[in-house]
């Protein structure tokens, strides 16, 4: 009978624990350090194998750190309750909200149809939609909620186009348009991926540096225009040129769904304000100290402002009636947060116990150069995404990435930055992120396909990250 690599993981995670602490005596770590390494290998074992949900693996530092003498209850516990991770959870109201009451599809529909109906202005259309509201919404709801309109335009081209080849790549610059639209716009703010906040987290617990909503987007927003733009002419006029110009059918679907959407309701308005109130809060929230001469916002507090609000306004005049219901929140993705929390809890240990210390070490021993470290680490974190979560895989290694950069003397940030972000660009394979997944059930779409531009997005996403190290994160921080 062959084992599944669930079970193999489920075993491997103890016996690797046990390994470690077999090791206490070594000269190479202190007996402290060996247990935090095998909690380490214990979770990083299930994590890749998926042998237990993610979010439960990232609570076993509650139960080991104090079995093993670590932590206290009270400081295993700690990281779980970080700002960063209500800064997270007061986002996921807010796009709770958008799409509770379709606001989210209004906009993209407003997008799609300024780009215009030609061929490769439908593609720009969805992938600009898609980017936006993936800067907002899980890319996984953006996807989900994209695919069904995209399926109806390309039922109409297929019906409307007696040009079997240009209709062929025309459907299959859309669905792939739109997946990658979807995982790159989540880099252009903090809380449009999670890889962001993992790290926006260990710059707080490691660094003791607070990331800024707007310094990230001064960062992330380059950087996710400059990718889609590539990611786009890629699509439609080199790889997949389809040629087939104006589409009326899909112009008179757009404006039916539109039509159908009717005139903008009491709660969408009520939405869009508390949305344009809270990013509004995230970008100016200096002036805004300055002028009530005390410091009362920060990403945190601004979030869950907008969060709260959500579930206080009334959605028609009646109190009864508010824009968000708790029952609602169902449906939000809560083993995320207790991820984030597990995450930092082992870094946390892994700084204490020395760990951390003696990364930077080996390091600083060994005169690498700086430009080879940064496109190694870059490039090890993008093409490990296409096979394990990149939640997962950023918790596990951007405390590492951290330890080398103060091992080579390189700021911390400028270096870290750039590979949370590449947590992100996973664009070969439909199981290294839930849009690729999605998109390639659509039937529109082969392996090989995905693959061959993909590889070609992956290198291109390894030097604009490398360029934006050099330049838009050394200005900036």
């Known amino acids: 009978m062959r084992l599944s690599i669930k079970v193999v993981g489920l075993f491997l995670g103890p016996v690797l624990f046990i390994l470690a602490l ?50 206290q209850v009270k400081e295993a516990t700690a990281p779980y309750a970080s700002p960063v991770i209500f800064l997270f959870m007061g986002g996921f109201f807010i796009a709770l909200g958008l799409e509770e009451h379709g606001l989210h599809k209004r906009i993209a529909l407003g997008l799609i149809k300024i780009t215009g109906t030609s061929a490769n202005g439908i593609i720009l259309g969805f992938m600009i939609a898609t980017g936006f509201l993936s800067m907002w919404i899980s890319n996984t709801a953006t996807t989900i909620m994209m695919l069904p309109i995209a399926a109806s335009v390309v039922k109409l081209v297929q019906h409307d186009s007696l040009d079997s080849n240009g209709f062929s790549k025309f459907a299959l610059a859309l669905m792939l348009g739109i997946a990658y639209a979807a995982n790159i716009g989540g880099l252009a703010t903090i809380i449009g991926t999670p890889p962001n906040v993992v790290f926006a987290g260990y710059a707080q617990e490691l660094l003791h540096t607070e990331i800024g909503f707007a310094d990230w987007m001064m960062v992330g927003v380059p950087v996710s225009l400059v990718l889609l733009t590539i990611t786009y002419i890629l699509l439609t006029q080199l790889l997949y040129k389809n040629r087939l110009g104006q589409m009326s059918n899909a112009e008179a679907l757009i404006k039916r769904e539109i039509h159908q959407l009717g005139k903008w309701k009491r709660e969408e308005r009520m939405v869009a304000l508390v949305f344009a109130l809270t990013a509004f809060m995230w970008i100016f929230k200096e002036p805004l100290n300055n002028v009530l001469g005390f410091t009362l916002l920060n990403d945190t507090v601004t979030a869950m402002i907008g969060g709260l609000l959500m579930f206080i306004i009334p959605m028609d005049g009646k109190a009864e009636q508010k824009l968000l219901i708790w029952k609602a929140t169902e449906r939000l993705p809560w083993g995320i947060l207790l991820l984030f929390g597990g995450g930092m809890t082992l870094a946390k240990a892994m700084e204490k116990t020395g760990i951390v210390d003696l990364i930077s070490d080996v390091i600083s021993q060994n005169h690498f150069s700086i430009l080879i470290i940064f496109l190694i680490l870059i490039t090890t974190m993008l093409f490990l995404t296409e096979l394990m979560s990149n939640v997962a895989l950023a918790t596990v290694f951007i405390p590492i990435v951290i330890a080398i950069a103060e091992g080579a003397n390189i700021d911390p940030l400028v270096l870290s930055i750039p590979v949370a972000m590449a947590a992100s660009c996973a664009f070969m394979m439909p199981i290294s992120t839930p849009p690729n997944a999605i998109v390639f059930s659509s039937g529109h779409i082969r392996m090989t396909q995905m693959v061959k531009a993909g590889i070609w997005l992956n290198i291109i996403s390894v030097l604009v990250l490398f360029l934006a190290a050099q330049t838009l994160v050394g200005w900036i921080w």
Do not use: K
């Open 22 to 71: 077999t090791l206490q005596s070594s000269e190479y770590l202190n007996p402290m350090a060996w247990r935090v390494l095998g909690v380490a290998l214990w979770m990083v074992a299930w994590w890749i194998s998926e042998a237990a949900p993610l979010a439960v693996t990232a609570l076993l530092p509650i139960i080991l750190f104090p079995a093993l003498g670590v932590f």
